[in-house]
T-cell receptor, first 110, second 115 residues
Framework: GNSVTQMEGPVTLSEEAFLTINCTYT??????LFWYVQYPGEGLQLLLK?????DKGSNKGFEATYRKETTSFHLEKGSVQVSDSAVYFC?????????FGTGTSLTVIP | ETGVTQTPRHLVMGMTNKKSLKCEQH?????MYWYKQSAKKPLELMFV???????ENNSVPSRFSPECPNSSHLFLHLHTLQPEDSALYLC??????????????FGPGTRLTVT
């Protein structure tokens, strides 16, 4: 079946550190892949997306590349800020089905 | 208003109360969703409406009753809830219900506490 697996949290980093949050997926067909971010007390916001293999999604300094060969869509940022503290969700859509990962909590300390 | 709005943002209700959650999308989308987000659990899809017709109902107890009077509005009617129903209820919308580019846009959620 279809599923999304992302790394367990919580993740704690110092400001300006490099961030990687791993996400792998299992899907039939050709899914589109997404990263969502949820700040405290808010709903999920779309952070970036990629709709086909080798596409790179980017936004606010975050990047993720759709890797079909490794079925991965890892989220990266070169230098995190305190304001990036949030929960990050990897997700995929295939057909009419949306699948979310369990979320990875990130805390950035000054 | 822009995007997806939800009211109320916080709700405390007793187990014998009846209340409703409201969601409104200002994006011209044709599909709307209710999700339940509980602490330390994956996001749970509850209901999906496409063009005002319910297309998914994922084994949700009958004490939750959705209503979609038009493509911009979605309600979740609540009655005789249990304490384990306490959670963040998220509404989302998407341009369509089928297709690889139909990402979902979420509202801020209603934090529900059942006492």
């Amino acid at each position: 079946g279809n599923s999304v697996t992302q790394m367990e949290g919580p993740v704690t980093l110092s400001e300006e550190a490099f961030l990687t949050i791993n996400c792998t997926y299992t899907a039939t067909g050709y899914p589109s892949l997404f990263w969502y971010v949820q700040y405290p007390g808010e709903g999920l916001q779309l952070l970036l997306k990629a709709t086909k293999a080798d596409d790179k999604g980017s936004n606010k300094g975050f990047e993720a590349t759709y890797r079909k060969e490794t079925t991965s869509f890892h989220l990266e940022k070169g230098s995190v800020q305190v304001s990036d503290s949030a929960v990050y969700f990897c997700a995929l859509i295939t057909g009419n089905q949306f699948y979310f990962g369990t979320g990875t909590s990130l805390t950035v300390i000054p | 208003e822009t995007g997806v709005t939800q009211t109320p943002r916080h709700l405390v209700m007793g187990m014998t109360n009846k209340k409703s959650l409201k969601c409104e999308q200002h994006l011209g989308h044709n599909a709307m969703y209710w999700y339940k987000q509980s602490a330390k659990k994956p996001l749970e899809l509850m209901f999906v409406y496409s063009l005002e017709e319910r297309v998914e109902n994922n084994s949700v107890p009958s004490r939750f009753s959705p209503e979609c009077p038009n493509s911009s509005h979605l309600f979740l009617h609540l009655h005789t809830l249990q304490p384990e129903d306490s959670a963040l209820y998220l509404c989302a919308s998407s341009q369509g219900y089928y297709g690889p580019s139909y990402e979902q846009y979420f509202g801020p959620g209603t934090r529900l506490t059942v006492t």
